[in-house]
């Protein structure tokens, strides 16, 4: 077993290049030669939010504090609320960030695709 705990996870600055406003993250420590899952935390103070991505084998996000908005291509905004919970289908491009008047923490889940590594096209 192998525990991720919040007292010695190293948080990081999100990359300015997929995060509009405030963002930090903490991956979680999930071994390669195990499993493609891929989990993170993310922290956005109000109004930050992701670049327009997708995830190549989809993605499920679980809101833990705050409130969030999430929105896919062409669709409408929607906004999340803790314990909420999102599917982000294979290849769906979306964002999600804080709504403007509240910060907000996320978990996201995702596995890496075993062609090329990644788990999200930005």
């Known amino acids: 077993m192998i525990v991720t705990t919040a007292r010695t996870a190293a948080w990081q600055p999100a990359p300015a290049a997929r995060f509009a406003g405030d963002a930090r993250s903490r991956m ?49 905004i929607i906004t999340l609320a803790p314990g909420d919970s999102i599917w982000a289908e294979p290849g769906e491009r979306h964002w999600h960030g804080a709504t403007p008047d509240s910060d907000f923490v996320y978990t996201s889940i995702q596995p890496t695709d075993p062609e090329t590594g990644t788990y999200a096209d930005w």
């Open 28 to 76: 979680f420590d999930i071994p390669a030669d195990q499993t493609p899952l891929t989990g993170m935390t993310v922290e956005l103070t109000a109004g930050s939010r992701t670049a327009w991505h997708s995830h190549p084998r989809g993605q499920i996000l679980i809101a833990i504090s705050g409130h969030g908005q999430v929105q896919t291509e062409g669709g409408p």
